[in-house]
């Protein structure tokens, strides 16, 4: 079946820092991939996506390209902001699944 | 500009009772489902509707009943809660349930305790 794999966590940067969080998958077809973010005491937001290989999801300031060669779409940030502090997850769909498979989620911490 | 509203936000509930979660839309999808969140395992789907009258199970079906009798609702009920139910609950939304890049829109979430 279909999985994803992410950085394990917790992350904690100094504001201005580079992030990357890595994400790779398993997939049967050619799935869709998702990065979504869950602010404290929240749901999960769509924060960019993908939908063929070599494209580049970005949003607000966040960029994550398909790699279908390394099953890759690692998140990352050049400069992290205090308010980026959330829990970042990595979904994908894929063929007729009905479903978003989600990987277990990076909690980021950002220091001023 | 609703989107997708969940109720309640937080409950409580004694071994053994009932209780519905509510979860609505208003962005006519044909796709509503629920998902439980736990620590660590991100986040994992209950069960689906591909539309009104059409439900199926997901990963952990166990425990919960859903019946979707409108475009716009998706109740989801436990009918005798047990202290594994005790999880984070979002109902979310989609126009199409499969890829195609169709991004799923999530409610703000329901905090079960079962105690």
């Known amino acids: 079946g279909d999985s994803v794999t992410q950085m394990e966590g917790p992350v904690t940067l100094s504001e201005e820092a580079f992030l990357t969080i890595n994400c790779t998958y398993t997939?049967?077809?050619?799935?869709?991939l998702f990065w979504y973010v869950q602010y404290p005491g929240e749901g999960l937001q769509l924060l960019l996506k993908?939908?063929?290989?070599?494209d580049k999801g970005s949003n607000k300031g966040f960029e994550a390209t398909y790699r279908k060669e390394t099953t890759s779409f690692h998140l990352e940030k050049g400069s992290v902001q205090v308010s980026d502090s959330a829990v970042y997850f990595c979904?994908?769909?894929?063929?007729?699944?009905?479903?978003?498979?989600f990987g277990s989620g990076t909690q980021l911490t950002v220091l001023p | 500009n609703a989107g997708v509203t969940q109720t309640p936000k937080f409950q409580v509930l004694k071994t053994g009772q009932s209780m519905t979660l509510q979860c609505a839309q208003d962005?006519?999808?044909?796709?509503m489902s629920w998902y439980r969140q736990d620590p660590g395992m991100g986040l994992r789907l209950i069960h689906y509707?591909?539309?009104?009258?059409?439900?199926d199970q997901g990963e952990v079906p166990n425990g919960y009943n859903v019946s979707r009798s409108t475009t716009e609702d998706f109740p989801l009920r436990l009918l005798s809660a047990a202290p594994s139910q005790t999880s984070v609950y979002f109902c979310?939304?989609?126009?199409?349930?499969?890829?195609?890049?169709?991004?799923?829109?999530f409610g703000s979430g329901t905090r079960l305790t079962v105690v």
């Open positions: 979310a939304s989609s126009l199409r349930p499969t890829g195609a890049g169709y991004g799923y829109t």
């Open positions: 979904a994908l769909t894929s063929g007729s699944a009905r479903q978003l498979t």
């Open positions: 962005m006519n999808h044909e796709y």
């Open positions: 993908a939908t063929k290989a070599d």
């Open positions: 997939a049967t077809g050619y799935p869709s």
């Open positions: 509707s591909v539309g009104a009258g059409i439900t």
